[in-house]
C-alpha cells in the first residue's frame, strides 16, 4: 500500500495585481525578506513553507485561498502588517481555548488568516 499521508501545506500562491506594493506586506506577515523576486513572481521559504505571490493570477487566473498563519504574539504581528499596509478585516479575538484568530487583507484585498495559541 502507497502512503498518501499529507506532509501539510509547504506552498501557497497569493495572486496579486501590483508585487511593490504586495511584497512588504508578506515580508512583514512572514519576518522574512523575499528568496527570489522578479516581475513575473516573487517567492518567500518561511517555516519550512513556500510562499508565492503571482501577477493577476498568472495564466490560471486563480485566487488565493485564505490561510492562517500560527503566529506566537498577534497583536505584535497584526501591528506589522497593518504598517507595512494591510487592512483589518476582523480584529483578534478569542474562537475558544484561549486561541486568538485576526483577518487582515492585503492591498489586493486577499484575505490573510493570523492564529495564535496559547
Do not use: C
Not at 23 to 41: F, I, K
Not at 71 to 90: H, S
Not at 105 to 110: S, V
Request: charged share 15%; net charge negative; aromatic share 6%.
Amino acid at each position: 500500500m502507497t502512503d498518501s499521508s499529507t506532509q501539510g501545506i509547504k506552498t501557497v500562491l497569493h495572486p496579486v495585481s501590483d508585487l511593490a506594493k504586495a511584497t512588504p506586506v508578506y515580508a512583514a506577515l512572514l519576518g522574512v525578506p523575499p528568496l527570489n523576486e522578479g516581475s513575473y513572481y516573487v517567492g518567500f521559504e518561511a517555516a519550512g513553507q513556500h510562499i508565492g505571490l503571482v501577477p493577476n493570477g498568472g495564466p490560471q487566473g486563480m485566487t488565493g485561498p485564505v490561510t492562517y498563519w500560527h503566529v506566537p504574539d498577534i497583536e505584535a504581528r497584526l501591528a506589522e502588517v497593518i504598517a507595512a499596509g494591510a487592512t483589518v478585516k476582523e480584529p483578534a479575538h478569542d474562537v475558544g481555548g484561549g486561541r486568538l484568530v485576526a483577518t487582515v487583507t492585503d492591498p489586493d484585498g486577499n484575505v490573510l488568516g493570523l492564529l495564535q495559541d496559547s
